[in-house]
């Protein structure tokens, strides 16, 4: 599932990475990347590029965002984020042993 991910360091190479998509015919992209010790993905720093994906290309542009805050829920949607990715964990001991995080099903909502 991981090959065809193709790494952004920052918000221009991000933006380089989908105008070449989008001159390429692609559909669309997936914005992910690992998460720190709280499940975030701390993809705050790519919101300004994503909005001139989406101004400047028709991809369609999914981020799998990890836990966020309300006020960063806010933010990807100024983004104009097509849409967002999420791991649904059915239980704390999972997402334990699978992500190392101690959260429960309720932190999700």
């Known amino acids: 599932m991981l090959e065809g991910l193709v ?3 920052d ?23 690992g998460c720190d010790g709280q499940g975030r ?7 300004g590029a994503i909005r ?3 101004d400047e290309t028709d991809l369609l542009v999914i ?16 983004s104009g984020l097509d849409g967002v990715a999420l791991d649904v964990v059915g239980d704390s001991v999972t997402a334990k ?13």
């Open 7 to 9: 790494p952004a360091g």
């Open 11 to 33: 918000s221009d190479a991000l933006l380089r990475i989908a105008l070449k998509l989008g001159e390429s015919g692609a559909f669309g992209m997936l914005v992910t990347g």
């Open 41 to 47: 993905v701390g993809i705050e720093r790519f919101l």
């Open 52 to 54: 001139e994906i989406k």
């Open 63 to 78: 981020a799998h965002t990890g836990f966020v805050t309300p006020r960063v829920a806010e933010m990807l949607a100024e």
């Open 97 to 109: 042993r699978v992500y190392g995080l101690d959260v429960a099903p309720e932190d999700y909502l």
